[in-house]
Protein backbone atom coordinates (compact mmCIF):
# COMPACT_ATOMS: atom_id res chain seq x y z
CA UNK A 1 0.00 0.00 0.00
CA UNK A 2 1.46 3.00 -1.19
CA UNK A 3 2.09 6.01 1.70
CA UNK A 4 2.88 9.31 1.94
CA UNK A 5 3.52 11.07 5.84
CA UNK A 6 4.09 14.78 6.09
CA UNK A 7 5.68 16.00 8.73
CA UNK A 8 7.63 19.18 9.71
CA UNK A 9 4.60 21.84 9.60
CA UNK A 10 3.79 24.32 12.09
CA UNK A 11 4.17 28.40 13.09
CA UNK A 12 6.43 30.26 11.76
CA UNK A 13 7.05 33.89 11.86
CA UNK A 14 7.22 36.14 8.22
CA UNK A 15 10.82 35.93 6.95
CA UNK A 16 11.67 32.42 8.81
CA UNK A 17 12.38 29.02 7.47
CA UNK A 18 10.83 25.63 8.05
CA UNK A 19 11.43 22.54 6.31
CA UNK A 20 9.04 19.88 5.69
CA UNK A 21 9.67 16.05 4.78
CA UNK A 22 7.70 13.88 3.23
CA UNK A 23 8.21 9.97 4.28
CA UNK A 24 7.19 7.65 1.40
CA UNK A 25 6.42 3.47 1.71
CA UNK A 26 4.62 0.98 -0.44
CA UNK A 27 6.60 1.40 -3.95
CA UNK A 28 9.94 2.30 -5.37
CA UNK A 29 10.59 5.67 -4.35
CA UNK A 30 13.29 6.30 -6.88
CA UNK A 31 11.64 5.16 -9.52
CA UNK A 32 8.71 8.30 -9.58
CA UNK A 33 8.65 12.18 -9.82
CA UNK A 34 7.26 13.95 -6.55
CA UNK A 35 5.70 17.12 -5.93
CA UNK A 36 4.55 19.48 -3.27
CA UNK A 37 1.02 20.73 -3.71
CA UNK A 38 -0.20 23.57 -0.82
CA UNK A 39 -3.88 24.86 0.00
CA UNK A 40 -4.50 28.36 1.63
CA UNK A 41 -7.22 27.82 4.05
CA UNK A 42 -10.56 27.61 2.36
CA UNK A 43 -9.12 28.13 -1.10
CA UNK A 44 -7.86 25.84 -4.31
CA UNK A 45 -5.35 23.61 -4.52
CA UNK A 46 -1.66 25.20 -5.80
CA UNK A 47 1.22 23.56 -7.31
CA UNK A 48 4.50 24.61 -5.61
CA UNK A 49 7.40 22.01 -6.43
CA UNK A 50 8.33 19.12 -8.17
CA UNK A 51 11.37 16.86 -8.20
CA UNK A 52 12.20 14.15 -10.72
CA UNK A 53 12.66 11.03 -9.66
CA UNK A 54 16.37 11.01 -9.77
CA UNK A 55 16.10 14.24 -8.37
CA UNK A 56 18.51 15.82 -10.87
CA UNK A 57 15.32 18.00 -12.22
CA UNK A 58 13.73 20.30 -9.95
CA UNK A 59 10.85 22.62 -10.89
CA UNK A 60 8.73 25.49 -9.64
CA UNK A 61 5.91 27.52 -9.28
CA UNK A 62 6.75 31.65 -9.99
CA UNK A 63 5.05 32.33 -6.32
CA UNK A 64 8.28 30.08 -4.77
CA UNK A 65 11.19 30.33 -7.25
CA UNK A 66 13.87 31.11 -5.43
CA UNK A 67 12.50 30.92 -1.68
CA UNK A 68 11.81 27.12 -1.47
CA UNK A 69 13.72 23.78 -1.93
CA UNK A 70 12.83 20.77 -2.64
CA UNK A 71 15.18 17.60 -2.43
CA UNK A 72 14.78 13.91 -2.13
CA UNK A 73 16.79 11.16 -0.60
CA UNK A 74 16.26 8.03 -2.90
CA UNK A 75 18.42 5.85 0.14
CA UNK A 76 15.58 6.83 2.82
CA UNK A 77 12.39 7.27 0.60
CA UNK A 78 12.28 10.57 1.88
CA UNK A 79 11.02 14.03 0.11
CA UNK A 80 12.22 17.67 1.12
CA UNK A 81 10.87 21.25 0.85
CA UNK A 82 12.88 23.72 2.80
CA UNK A 83 11.20 27.10 2.95
CA UNK A 84 12.94 30.48 3.29
CA UNK A 85 11.74 34.04 3.69
CA UNK A 86 8.19 33.07 4.37
CA UNK A 87 5.70 35.11 3.76
CA UNK A 88 1.61 35.53 5.53
CA UNK A 89 0.99 33.94 1.45
CA UNK A 90 2.39 31.05 2.35
CA UNK A 91 0.10 29.38 5.31
CA UNK A 92 -1.39 26.74 3.49
CA UNK A 93 -1.90 22.94 4.24
CA UNK A 94 1.25 21.52 2.10
CA UNK A 95 0.61 17.98 0.67
CA UNK A 96 3.29 16.01 -1.16
CA UNK A 97 1.87 13.95 -3.71
CA UNK A 98 3.45 11.19 -6.15
CA UNK A 99 3.63 11.39 -9.83
CA UNK A 100 2.60 8.46 -11.76
CA UNK A 101 5.78 8.50 -13.71
CA UNK A 102 7.53 12.29 -15.11
CA UNK A 103 5.40 14.93 -14.81
CA UNK A 104 2.10 13.03 -15.03
CA UNK A 105 -0.77 12.83 -13.11
CA UNK A 106 -0.59 12.59 -9.11
CA UNK A 107 -1.96 9.44 -8.33
CA UNK A 108 -0.99 9.49 -4.55
CA UNK A 109 -1.18 11.96 -1.70
CA UNK A 110 -0.18 12.57 1.83
CA UNK A 111 -2.46 13.90 4.60
CA UNK A 112 -1.02 17.24 4.50
CA UNK A 113 0.73 19.08 7.01
CA UNK A 114 0.00 22.57 7.75
CA UNK A 115 2.20 25.98 7.92
CA UNK A 116 0.67 29.10 9.20
CA UNK A 117 3.40 32.07 9.14
CA UNK A 118 1.94 34.91 11.06
CA UNK A 119 3.68 36.94 14.14
CA UNK B 1 2.51 29.51 -17.85
CA UNK B 2 -0.09 27.64 -18.56
CA UNK B 3 -3.19 29.06 -17.07
CA UNK B 4 -6.66 26.74 -16.29
CA UNK B 5 -10.02 27.64 -15.95
CA UNK B 6 -13.20 25.99 -15.26
CA UNK B 7 -16.58 26.78 -14.77
CA UNK B 8 -19.15 27.09 -12.88
CA UNK B 9 -17.15 27.42 -9.38
CA UNK B 10 -20.24 26.56 -8.10
CA UNK B 11 -23.18 24.04 -9.08
CA UNK B 12 -26.36 22.64 -7.37
CA UNK B 13 -27.89 19.79 -9.00
CA UNK B 14 -30.46 17.05 -7.69
CA UNK B 15 -29.54 13.28 -6.94
CA UNK B 16 -30.38 11.83 -10.32
CA UNK B 17 -29.11 14.59 -12.48
CA UNK B 18 -26.66 14.95 -15.18
CA UNK B 19 -23.55 17.42 -14.13
CA UNK B 20 -21.01 18.57 -16.87
CA UNK B 21 -17.75 20.49 -15.25
CA UNK B 22 -16.03 22.37 -18.08
CA UNK B 23 -12.15 23.28 -17.80
CA UNK B 24 -10.48 25.67 -20.31
CA UNK B 25 -6.63 25.57 -20.66
CA UNK B 26 -4.83 28.99 -21.76
CA UNK B 27 -2.80 26.91 -24.74
CA UNK B 28 -3.16 23.50 -26.12
CA UNK B 29 -2.04 20.81 -23.54
CA UNK B 30 -2.86 17.45 -26.02
CA UNK B 31 -4.85 15.53 -23.65
CA UNK B 32 -2.18 16.04 -20.35
CA UNK B 33 -5.45 16.53 -18.31
CA UNK B 34 -6.10 15.31 -14.89
CA UNK B 35 -9.29 15.52 -12.79
CA UNK B 36 -9.26 15.56 -8.87
CA UNK B 37 -12.20 14.83 -6.18
CA UNK B 38 -11.56 16.82 -2.83
CA UNK B 39 -14.49 16.23 0.43
CA UNK B 40 -14.18 18.89 3.25
CA UNK B 41 -10.64 18.04 5.42
CA UNK B 42 -9.35 15.65 2.82
CA UNK B 43 -6.40 15.37 0.70
CA UNK B 44 -7.66 15.12 -3.11
CA UNK B 45 -8.14 11.98 -4.64
CA UNK B 46 -7.41 11.31 -8.69
CA UNK B 47 -10.55 10.55 -10.79
CA UNK B 48 -9.16 10.79 -14.58
CA UNK B 49 -6.46 11.31 -16.03
CA UNK B 50 -5.36 11.82 -19.99
CA UNK B 51 -8.61 13.33 -20.37
CA UNK B 52 -10.73 10.50 -20.39
CA UNK B 53 -8.80 7.13 -18.68
CA UNK B 54 -10.84 6.58 -15.62
CA UNK B 55 -8.51 5.86 -12.75
CA UNK B 56 -9.02 2.42 -10.83
CA UNK B 57 -11.82 2.15 -8.41
CA UNK B 58 -13.51 5.39 -9.71
CA UNK B 59 -17.24 4.89 -10.47
CA UNK B 60 -18.35 4.97 -14.10
CA UNK B 61 -21.04 7.25 -13.62
CA UNK B 62 -17.68 9.68 -14.22
CA UNK B 63 -16.22 10.17 -17.22
CA UNK B 64 -13.80 12.98 -18.83
CA UNK B 65 -13.68 14.56 -22.36
CA UNK B 66 -12.31 16.63 -24.43
CA UNK B 67 -8.60 17.55 -25.68
CA UNK B 68 -6.46 20.57 -27.15
CA UNK B 69 -7.87 23.59 -24.48
CA UNK B 70 -11.01 22.55 -23.88
CA UNK B 71 -12.07 19.52 -21.79
CA UNK B 72 -15.59 18.39 -19.62
CA UNK B 73 -15.72 16.27 -16.76
CA UNK B 74 -19.28 14.67 -16.61
CA UNK B 75 -21.30 12.92 -13.68
CA UNK B 76 -24.17 10.96 -15.34
CA UNK B 77 -26.52 10.31 -12.33
CA UNK B 78 -25.41 12.39 -9.54
CA UNK B 79 -25.17 10.69 -6.12
CA UNK B 80 -24.77 12.41 -2.28
CA UNK B 81 -21.63 11.14 -1.98
CA UNK B 82 -20.14 12.83 -5.25
CA UNK B 83 -20.74 16.40 -3.15
CA UNK B 84 -17.38 17.81 -3.13
CA UNK B 85 -15.11 20.34 -5.02
CA UNK B 86 -13.63 19.20 -8.41
CA UNK B 87 -10.22 20.37 -10.01
CA UNK B 88 -8.54 20.06 -13.20
CA UNK B 89 -5.38 19.97 -13.45
CA UNK B 90 -3.04 20.05 -16.70
CA UNK B 91 0.26 18.05 -16.76
CA UNK B 92 1.67 19.08 -20.09
CA UNK B 93 4.02 21.62 -18.90
CA UNK B 94 4.58 21.20 -15.49
CA UNK B 95 1.22 21.38 -12.73
CA UNK B 96 -1.48 23.52 -12.71
CA UNK B 97 -4.43 23.41 -11.05
CA UNK B 98 -8.09 25.38 -12.26
CA UNK B 99 -9.61 26.54 -9.45
CA UNK B 100 -11.40 24.56 -8.41
CA UNK B 101 -16.05 23.73 -9.04
CA UNK B 102 -17.78 23.29 -5.52
CA UNK B 103 -20.68 20.17 -6.42
CA UNK B 104 -23.93 20.32 -4.02
CA UNK B 105 -26.35 18.21 -3.53
CA UNK B 106 -30.08 19.93 -3.83
Known amino acids: EVQLLESGGGLVQPGGSLRLSCAASGFTFSSYAMTWVRQAPGKGLEWVSGISNSGGNTYYSDSVEGRFTISRDNSKNTLKLQMNSLRAEDTAVYYC????????????WGQGTLVTVSS | DIQMTQSPSTLSASVGDRVTITCRAS??????LAWYQQKPGKAPNLLIY???SLESGVPSRLSGSGSGTEFTLTISSLQPDDSATYYC????????FGQGTKVEIK
Open chain 1, 97 to 108: AKSWKGIHQLDY
Open chain 2, 89 to 96: QQYNSYWT
Open chain 2, 27 to 32: QSISSW
Open chain 2, 50 to 52: KAS
